[in-house]
């Protein structure tokens, strides 16, 4: 049978839109914080040396998804999630600010701790409240999991001197400018390792988790999560995160 030129087109047309698709997946930005939980070290280029862009590098090599980093200020940072510019992060306490418009892992893939640090003799602090009247250096940009606006708080009468970054809070502590001072566990350890301070010690604040954030107009974005979600769980993790010191 001979086929007319029109019926032959059509026929094939037929046959690509029913040919599987080997598409490359979408791009993805990673977007995280210019400050960082994690670390005080900084690479040539001058960006803090998040430890969870590297744990990406596998999980997105395993998942065959084309990706980037990319760091922003922490408002910029969630407006571009919540809008769809950045497509993917890693955050704590991302379920309130951003379930509307991204899916949230439901298993962890980190933790973080805050810290209190005081010299030995002070009164232990094992929560926000017992901050109630005290004296304690903050680090600007970080809300500490909520505890900055109970700090701000002044029906709490806690006096807050913040500090432009790690090194410089426990360069005020150690100068006896405050009796506590709030810290993350990982940055912290290093100030420590470079410069200690005698006598002190440490309190755990609060520890909360790292999740997997994904966009909700990444294509497929379910079964995305999912298998990003299994990818994690292979890897170790350890390579990536090492604890800091527990006393």
């Known amino acids: 049978m001979t086929l007319l030129p029109a019926t032959a087109c059509f026929i094939a047309g037929l046959f690509f839109l029913n040919a599987p698709s080997h598409a490359q ?3 993805i930005e990673y977007a995280y914080p210019d400050i960082s939980v994690w670390t005080t070290k900084k690479d040539k280029n001058g960006k803090l040396k998040n430890p969870l862009v590297k744990l ?7 998942a065959g998804i084309p990706w ?3 760091d922003y200020p922490a408002k910029r940072m969630f407006a571009n999630l919540r809008n769809g510019t950045s497509k993917f992060s890693m955050l704590v306490n991302a379920h309130a600010v951003l379930k509307g418009c991204c899916l949230v892992s439901k298993t962890p893939v980190a933790r973080v701790e805050i810290r209190v640090f005081h010299k030995k003799g002070v009164p232990v602090i094992t929560s926000k409240e017992d901050l109630k009247g005290k ?3 903050t680090i600007r940009g970080y809300s500490y999991a909520g505890t900055l606006k109970y700090i701000e708080n002044k029906q709490n009468k806690i006096t807050n001197y913040p500090a432009p970054n790690h ?3 426990f360069e005020m502590f150690a100068n006896g400018r405050a009796d506590y001072i709030i810290d993350y566990a990982f940055p912290a350890a290093e100030v420590l390792a470079d410069a200690a301070i005698e ?6 604040l609060k520890k909360t988790n790292v999740y997997l954030i994904l966009h909700k ?15 994690v769980q292979t890897i170790n993790k350890d390579e990536f995160l090492q604890s800091p010191p527990t006393h």
Do not use: C, G
């Not at 990406?56 to 395993?62: D, I, S």
């Not at 107009?217 to 990818?231: F, T, W």
């Open 68 to 70: 980037h980093p990319q």
């Open 199 to 204: 006598d002190i010690t440490f309190d755990s």
């Open 167 to 169: 090194t410089a809070a």
């Open 25 to 27: 997946p979408e791009e």
């Open 217 to 231: 107009d990444y294509p497929d974005a379910v079964n995305v999560m999912q298998r990003l979600e299994e990818i």
């Open 135 to 137: 004296n304690v250096i």
């Open 56 to 62: 990406a590098e596998p999980l997105f090599k395993q």
